[in-house]
């Protein structure tokens, strides 16, 4: 079934990961879908809510509440697992008992992470024929695993790709060390945790590392670029991309 | 590892232990964590070689062990019980612990309280001075690792042996305990080794039963001479006004029943209002802990000897340490206080499996020491630790009592907030963030502005130089911005 679909970009997407949005809208296009860019948000209020600013945390993401509670029913689709949790779970308590509560508990129901999104319909992607021959080891985010409880949506979208082979990495639940601020904050102790699971990644011996969250991705791709991993990395919407392609 | 030299004074009591056992003097956590930063402590604790793979083969295999040990059980419904329990006790706490003081003085146990630290190790240290007591053997305590037990009893003269071989491992290397579960989940069997050669001063077999079998040697001797026990304690039994200990290498059981004096040191919010509670909480305590169905030994205390019993001490003291236990009751941190100190989090912490437990300063690491810490020692002293972590959660699945440390932590954040202990810079820099991204014409005119930047600093879609602002992030690792080929 194809419908209008808002996209939420995020601020990650708008500053370093922008093709991972036009991808991402690629995709939703390919399957007949209506896709609107949602103008007007900024970003979710993450990086100041987890560091414990609230104030500023609802500042920001009041006015991406303003502009994703449009008055429609439409979903709300983001490339970010990290994303969706924070308007999903988060913006609960962090509008509680003020004038947008309702406002939030609005956008919540509507928004949606884009592989669980693609995941209610696995025949639909099928169906355009993606086809990629990878060996490809997928990363849970956290954030996707434990909040959101998305283990089986992102694998179920990849094994739509013919010629994917999906290989289970030891580490794959395991925190790649990104953490938002954490990752500035004590770059060695994270620049660690990202080397563990690279080790993993290039001795399980995949092609490609793929994941769902560009912050995971910022991270992974960043220091096996920096290291020289010969492990590509690739977002699940910029894979389907090239699967379509 | 520093080599360990004998003390001089080896024959404490004219009861000598065996030569090269003395250890040196033990070095609690350090008083004051506000000397050094958790980042320089991290950076000292990656850069030991075997460290990161000890840690990383220990904890796997105990997170391996605990899947198997509750694959196909109702560990769900088990942990729900165990949280209603803990969440019962501390919630009826102060009820709990006079019916805990009543009941054990009925049976002869003598109770003392401890409001802090200092007083802790006032109560014990006048214990010991006044039965004259030269020698004491420990069974493993993280309590009296909080108090600095050890160096305030060897400051008064009195002999101190740690008897847990990981304990005892540590006190000879003058190291601390880096898990609660595992004291030396930092090093290796070849660190051992290299230490009881050199205390045996001779050439041992590199095995675990031969290095045990030396250990045992000597601790044997210790416990025959001991003139009292010193030990922890994994609960406190409301209505029967007993103690519950857990351990697996017998040292517990000879620690508190062969010397003539008992003293155990244990947390008030070690509480549980029934016997038949243990039948709850051990299993998760243990199968958490080590994957075990039970340890090798449960102890259940009930008092000194009594007339007509052929063993046990002659007296059994329970010093009950508050130590900033009580200021969290019916606050918003009081969930803190649920912990059975399994090590679980600690185990499947992708912090702590890269620093280790000394890395967090004090005595607990990893998720819990995170929480502990600031909370036990105040915000100026630790507060940081709460950001010493991604949020990723592992804990909060992992907890044997569903102990919300990713709340926690977030909270402990807010609180740094709050109460303005939070860096200048960091407030100032979100601050204008909140500024610049409240409104859409400001978001879009910032992300231009950086990524104009970025454009400029990259080659091939790759930043792969500092980019100024973002230094210590681009130090270690690129930015990606086209795709990589």
Not at chain 1, 189 to 216: E, F, H, R, Y
Not at chain 2, 320 to 335: I, P, Q
Request: hydrophobic share 40%.
């Amino acid at each position: 079934m194809t419908r209008r679909v808002r996209l939420f970009t995020t601020c990650l997407a708008d500053v370093v990961a922008r093709r991972t949005a036009d991808d991402a809208e690629h995709v939703l296009r390919a399957l007949g879908h209506d896709v609107e860019r949602v103008h007007g948000a900024t970003c979710c209020g993450q990086p100041a809510f987890n560091s414990g600013f609230d104030e500023p945390a609802r500042a920001v993401a009041a006015a991406t509440l303003r502009a994703l509670d449009d008055g429609t029913d439409d979903p709300i689709v983001l490339p970010s697992g990290s994303c969706t949790s924070m308007l999903r779970l988060h913006w609960r308590e962090l509008f509680h008992g003020r004038p947008e509560a309702e406002g939030a508990a609005r956008v919540a129901r509507r928004v949606r992470e884009l592989s669980a999104f693609l995941a209610d319909d696995p025949a639909a992607l099928r169906a355009l024929g993606p086809r990629l021959d990878v060996r490809v080891g997928y990363h849970d985010s956290c954030h996707m695993l434990r909040e959101l409880r998305l283990r089986e949506e992102p694998r179920t979208v990849l094994a739509q790709v013919e010629g994917l082979e999906l290989v289970p990495l030891a580490s794959g639940e395991r925190c790649c060390g990104f953490g938002g601020t954490f990752s500035g904050r004590y770059p060695e102790v994270s620049t660690a945790m990202a080397d563990s699971k690279i080790a993993d990644v290039d001795a399980t011996g995949v092609d490609l590392l793929v994941s769902a969250d560009p912050g995971c991705l910022l991270q992974l791709e960043g220091r096996m670029s920096r290291t020289g991993s010969p492990v590509r990395v690739r977002h699940v919407a910029s894979l389907l991309r090239e699967a379509l392609a | 590892m520093s080599a360990t030299t004998p003390r001089e004074d080896a024959e404490v009591g004219g009861r000598p232990l065996p030569p090269g056992w003395a250890a040196p003097a033990h070095q609690p956590g350090a008083d004051s964590l506000a000397d050094t930063t958790f980042e320089e402590r991290a950076r000292e604790n990656l850069a030991r070689p075997f460290q990161r793979t000890a840690i990383a083969n220990a904890t796997d295999h105990t997170v391996f062990a605990l899947q198997r040990r509750f694959a196909g059980t109702a560990h769900d419904a088990l942990r729900d019980e165990a949280r209603r329990i803990r969440a019962h006790a501390i919630t009826n706490l102060p009820t709990y612990l006079e019916q805990w003081v009543d009941r054990a003085e009925a049976r002869g146990t003598q109770v003392h309280f401890a409001a802090d630290e200092a007083e802790a190790r006032r109560i014990v240290a006048g214990l010991c001075a006044e039965r004259g007591v030269g020698r004491v053997v420990k069974s493993k305590s993280m309590a009296s690792e909080e108090v600095s037990l050890n160096s305030a009893l060897e400051g008064a003269g009195i002999d101190v042996v740690e008897t847990d071989l990981g304990e005892f491992v540590v006190q000879a290397m003058g190291d601390r305990p880096s898990h609660v579960i595992a004291p030396i989940l930092h090093r290796t069997q070849g660190e051992v080794h290299e230490l009881f050669s050199a205390m045996a001063g001779e050439d041992l077999p590199d095995d675990p039963e031969a290095l045990t079998g030396f250990a045992r040697e000597g601790l044997r001797h210790a416990f025959l001479t001991a003139d009292a026990g010193i030990s922890g304690g994994n609960f406190l039994i409301a209505e029967t006004g007993e103690v519950a200990m857990v351990t697996n290498e017998g040292n517990g059981r000879l620690t508190t029943s062969l010397p003539r004096i008992h003293i155990a040191l244990v947390g008030i919010e070690k509480m549980l209002p029934r016997r038949t509670d243990l039948a709850v909480l051990l299993p998760l305590l243990t199968g958490h802990g080590t994957g075990q169905q039970i340890t090798t030994y449960v102890s259940v205390l009930g008092g000194p000897r009594g007339a007509g019993e052929p063993d046990g001490p002659e007296e059994m003291h329970v010093v009950l340490l508050d130590g900033g236990r009580s200021a969290l009751l019916g606050g918003e941190f009081e969930e803190a206080l649920h912990c059975i100190r399994c090590g679980a989090c600690q185990n499947v912490c992708p912090v702590y499996r890269q620093v280790g437990g000394h890395a967090y300063g004090w005595v607990y690491g990893g998720p819990i020491g995170a929480v502990l810490t600031p909370l036990f020692r105040g915000q100026a002293d630790g507060g940081e630790l709460s950001h010493a972590t991604t949020l990723c959660g592992a804990c909060d699945d992992i907890c044997p009592v569903r102990i919300p440390l990713h709340d926690l932590l977030l909270g402990l954040r807010r609180r740094r907030v709050a109460e303005d202990v939070a860096p200048l810079s960091e407030r100032l820099a979100f601050r204008a963030w909140g500024l610049a991204w409240r409104h859409p014409a400001t978001y879009r005119a910032s992300t231009a502005v950086a990524r104009a930047g970025l454009a400029v600093l990259a080659r091939d879609g790759v930043v792969s130089r500092r980019v100024p602002g973002l230094a210590r992030w681009t130090a270690t690792r690129d930015l990606v911005l086209g795709r990589r080929r």
